[in-house]
T-cell receptor, first 114, second 111 residues
Framework: NAGVTQTPKFRILKIGQSMTLQCTQDMNHNYMYWYRQDPGMGLKLIYYSVGAGITDKGEVPNGYNVSRSTTEDFPLRLELAAPSQTSVYFC?????????????FGDGTRLSIL | GENVEQHPSTLSVQEGDSAVIKCTYSDSASNYFPWYKQELGKRPQLIIDIRSNVGEKKDQRIAVTLNKTAKHFSLHITETQPEDSAVYFCAAKVWGGKLIFGQGTELSVKP
């Protein structure tokens, strides 16, 4: 299993540009999550999904959109990039509610908005 | 709202000493508490977790304790080594399977 795969690993955007951060997992996990981590800070939940077709806002959803058309994929969309969105973005997944609740993280996407 | 407080924000110990990191949570319905280790430029990785029906769990040099009444849990690392140097995050599971993370503790183990 590859686990959670994020692409791209690095990206520089200009203010106002848009892009999609890709996330895919091959563990058949129902739950998927997007976090952002600013330098020296903790993880803030942007959006999450409990299954295909179902998404919900986390702590800091403004400026982002998500979709979940399949169990495997959970892309994060930035429509109008702003400098405040410069951060490291982590995607994570976890199995359905049950005895094993661990979230598995991808390697992250380092995004700079200039 | 849902919140996890983590202390201290930085911790420096000598190699071989013990390190303790403490977290408190606000949601009394939380029943799962993982700890993650994040090395510089890397992803967070689970090092130990505990469920609410257990008061303590140990894995070699790492242990976690949970006090549900007081709504706090702690990470204990014994016989620290330089490779333990990293940022450690606690978290608490809330409704919908979400994890609320603490602010992180930067642990430095000096040889």
């Amino acid at each position: 299993n590859a686990g959670v795969t994020q692409t791209p690993k690095f990206r520089i955007l200009k203010i106002g540009q848009s892009m999609t951060l890709q996330c895919t997992q091959d563990m058949n996990h129902n739950y998927m999550y997007w976090y952002r981590q600013d330098p020296g800070m903790g993880l803030k939940l942007i959006y999450y999904s409990v299954g295909a077709g179902i998404t919900d806002k986390g702590e800091v959803p403004n400026g982002y959109n998500v979709s979940r058309s399949t169990t495997e994929d959970f892309p994060l969309r930035l429509e109008l990039a702003a400098p405040s969105q410069t951060s490291v973005y982590f995607c994570a997944s976890s199995p359905p509610q049950g005895p094993i609740l661990t979230q598995h993280f991808g390697d992250g996407t380092r995004l700079s908005i200039l | 709202g849902e919140n996890v407080e983590q202390h201290p924000s930085t911790l420096s110990v000598q190699e071989g000493d013990s390190a303790v990191i403490k977290c408190t949570y606000s949601d009394s319905a939380s029943n799962y508490f993982p700890w993650y280790k994040q090395e510089l430029g890397k992803r967070p990785q689970l090092i130990i977790d505990i469920r609410s029906n257990v008061g303590e769990k140990k894995d070699q040099r790492i242990a976690v304790t949970l006090n549900k009444t007081a709504k706090h849990f702690s990470l204990h690392i014994t016989e620290t080594q330089p490779e333990d140097s990293a940022v450690y995050f606690c978290a608490a599971k809330v409704w919908g399977g979400k994890l609320i993370f603490g602010q992180g503790t930067e642990l430095s183990v000096k040889p």
